[in-house]
């Protein structure tokens, strides 16, 4: 029986997108630009489904009974395909899954890049995009390397700010805990949306917030990169933690970790942070300083890991054998 596999990586956002324009068809209010990170995979084989009358999804070995971020990519994947063919898809993460470490964006987009190529759909980017945003809004940044920006204003188009190795920075991603959340991304940006008081402000900054970090990021300033992004970082979350309820994804171990991203800044070393729907500090920084970051992370926080990773690329097909 055909299968196919393919991987992609998770992307973090440096301007982030929280809220939608749009519920229904999972549309970002906003646009959003992030970097593709290489050491942190999701594979995803999928082949056709002879047991049972339904798509079956598996997740590290574990069947899910919630198909909802992949029914809607599937549903419009099979416009293409024509086939009504039900699958089963297994999806592996080497990272913890839904604890703010984009494994959504990963799984979709590896499971959109998987299903092009089981049915030899040569999509355009355009549609790629749009099967991937119907499962994450976060997932079309997925589909691309390096820096990545999705533009709103032109129609979700996403494209490259620059190719990773143009301008080599490192990650290093925090684990402050494997606990999956408690408020999924999708839930917490409708009460934000919703109730949020500086809601609006949010959606106004961030033209100027994607020009900074456009610039920034063509300039190669790590300066200029850092202000945009903990800016960004910072609104982000006043946003959720104004919204009613209140939403807080940080825990003491994410506060240490910002505690010594702050030592280590005034100690000359150059790096910057941000934190999505989740406790978990992802540091960009000059390779130079990366070794002594990680090394300081360890010794003077309560992390459980720290995940070294450089900057990724587009998903791909593998061969298993
Ligand atoms: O991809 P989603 O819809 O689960 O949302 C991700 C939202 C953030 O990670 C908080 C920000 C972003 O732009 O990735």
New binding site residues.
């Given amino acids: 029986m055909k299968e196919t596999v393919a991987i992609a990586h998770p992307?973090?956002?440096l301007v982030?997108?929280?809220g939608k324009r749009n519920s229904n068809q999972?549309r970002p209010a906003m646009s959003?630009i992030?970097v593709t990170v290489d050491t942190m995979i999701s594979t995803t084989k999928i082949f056709k489904n002879t047991q049972l009358n339904q798509h079956q999804l598996f997740i590290n070995g574990i069947e899910e009974s919630d198909l909802s971020k992949i029914l809607p990519p599937l549903e419009y994947l099979s416009e293409f395909s024509r086939t009504d063919e039900n699958l089963v898809i297994e999806s592996q993460n080497n990272f913890p899954t839904s604890s703010g470490l984009?494994s959504?964006?990963s799984g979709i987009a590896s499971l959109v890049t998987a299903y092009e190529a089981h049915y030899d759909l040569c999509l355009d980017i355009n549609h790629k995009v749009e099967a991937c945003m119907l499962g994450?809004?976060?997932?079309p940044r997925s589909l691309i390397g390096g820096f990545v920006l999705m533009d709103h204003k032109n129609n979700y188009r996403c494209s490259q700010i620059l190719k990773e190795p143009e301008w080599p920075i490192d990650v290093l991603i925090c684990i402050t805990s494997k606990d999956p959340k408690e408020i999924s991304?999708?839930e917490g940006?409708e009460i934000s949306k919703k109730t949020s008081p500086i809601y609006q402000d949010w959606l106004d900054i961030n033209d100027k917030h994607i020009n900074l970090a456009m610039n920034a990021i063509k300039d190669k300033d790590m300066a200029g990169l850092e202000n945009v992004t903990e800016e960004n970082c910072k609104l982000?979350h006043k946003v959720m933690k104004t919204s009613n309820p209140s939403i807080s994804y940080m825990t003491d171990v994410t506060h240490s970790c910002l505690a010594e991203i702050e030592n280590l800044r005034s100690s000359g070393h150059s790096l910057f942070y941000t934190i999505?729907?989740g406790p978990q500090v992802k540091i960009i920084c000059d390779p130079k300083s990366t070794e002594i970051i990680r090394d300081t992370i360890i010794d003077k926080t309560s992390v459980i890991d720290v995940v070294y990773a450089g900057l990724g690329g587009p998903p791909r097909i593998i061969d298993e054998d």
């Fill in positions: 992307n973090f956002a982030k997108y929280w999972n959003s992030s984009a959504s964006a994450s809004g976060s997932a991304s999708r940006m982000m999505d729907a």
